[in-house]
């Protein structure tokens, strides 16, 4: 086993592995950045080489998690986020005991901390979907396309990669479903889309995605104003542009379109599998989350069939000074 194999080598050792794994670019991206934090702080606090790791080690690592600030907001990381960073420790050690570079599994040895489901509860209502879209017609033709994608986003509760994703043939105008490839976990997908927004999606391809194509356009959707495959950092923008110029101070950007989408339809009755479906969930418990805020149609039915509603005579004690 090399004694003095550095972590950086390593590090690399197993980013190529990943590759040679064919996982995502964005998953591959993911794990590299959770795991250069690990290996800078790990270098500066405990030891340079592989031979320097220890369950110790990695648990003081883990107290520094809950004193880490993210680079943009500024903010401490979440518990969903300090769990994500020690998974991708665990695998890279699973990694390195497989491969005979350690001699202890110390994944066996480091628990991943519980990060319990958030609730979302941050979802627009059909007046400010509406206010929303209407900002897109001060901006000219580039509103066309702007317009059309949120109706993407309203109507099919996409994730913004799925969206920068959709291909010119990725639509069935006969049977209303844009398929979606390469999604999350690099997984191809059909959705349905409503007729209106197929519509502002069809109007926009037709007069004007051809102003803007050019050589790099390739066969996308949608496209930025200089022509290329629009970015996710750029459809937060938009949309971020859009809902604050309409006075929506929710949080979240495409996310809060997807919560809108995954609510609405299990309020409207929709079963959990069609939502997890049309979500692109992995498992059942993911989509499970959006049971918490899908209230409305539990809340009418209570007071609809509940005895304790429509018949208060049966528990409430005829001399109570409530009753007349």
């Known amino acids: ?16 592995q990943c590759q040679l794994d064919e996982l995502s670019p964005r998953t591959i991206e993911g794990k590299k950045s959770n795991l250069q934090l690990f290996v800078k702080w790990y270098i500066v606090n405990v030891g340079l080489f592989v031979s320097d790791l220890s369950v110790e080690g990695i648990k003081q690592f883990m107290k520094y998690l809950h004193t880490y600030h993210d ?3 500024n903010k401490l ?5 300090r769990r994500n960073k020690v998974t991708a420790v665990r695998m890279f050690c699973l990694f390195l005991y497989r491969n005979e570079l350690i001699e202890v599994n110390l994944a066996e040895k480091v628990q991943t901390p519980k990060a319990g489901k958030n609730i979302t509860q941050a979802v627009l209502q ?17 509103g066309v396309r702007d ?10 509760g996409l994730r ?31 959705v349905p889309i409503a007729q209106e927004a197929l519509d502002l999606v ?3 391809k037709k007069e004007f995605r051809p102003k803007l194509v050019n050589f790099e356009s390739g066969d996308y959707l949608f496209l930025d104003d200089k022509g290329k495959q629009l970015r996710g950092h750029q459809v937060t923008r938009l949309v971020n542009r859009y809902k604050h110029r309409a006075g929506v101070s929710k949080k979240g ?9 995954a609510t609405t339809l299990l309020d409207n009755g929709a079963d959990l599998l069609t939502v997890k479906s049309i979500l692109g969930h992995a498992s059942l418990s993911t989509t499970e989350v959006y049971t918490h805020i899908a209230v409305r149609k539990m809340s009418d039915d209570y007071q609809k069939f509940h005895p304790a509603v429509n018949n208060p005579n049966l528990y409430t004690p005829f001399n109570h000074p409530l009753q007349k």
């Open 253 to 261: 950007a495409s996310n809060l379109y997807r919560h809108t989408t």
């Open 77 to 81: 990381i979440g518990k969903a986020t």
């Open 126 to 142: 059909p007046d400010e979907v509406a206010a929303i879209a209407t900002q897109t017609a001060y901006r000219g033709e580039k």
């Open 202 to 204: 069809l109007h926009y």
């Open 147 to 156: 317009a059309a994608m949120l109706a993407v986003f309203y109507s099919c």
């Open 1 to 16: 086993m090399p004694q003095k194999l550095s972590l950086i080598a390593a590090l690399q050792q197993y980013i190529e």
């Open 160 to 190: 913004r990669v799925d969206v920068t994703n959709i291909k010119l043939n990725g639509i069935s105008v006969e049977a209303k479903l844009l398929f979606i490839p390469n999604g999350k976990g690099d997984k191809d997908r059909v």
């Open 71 to 73: 680079s943009q907001s």
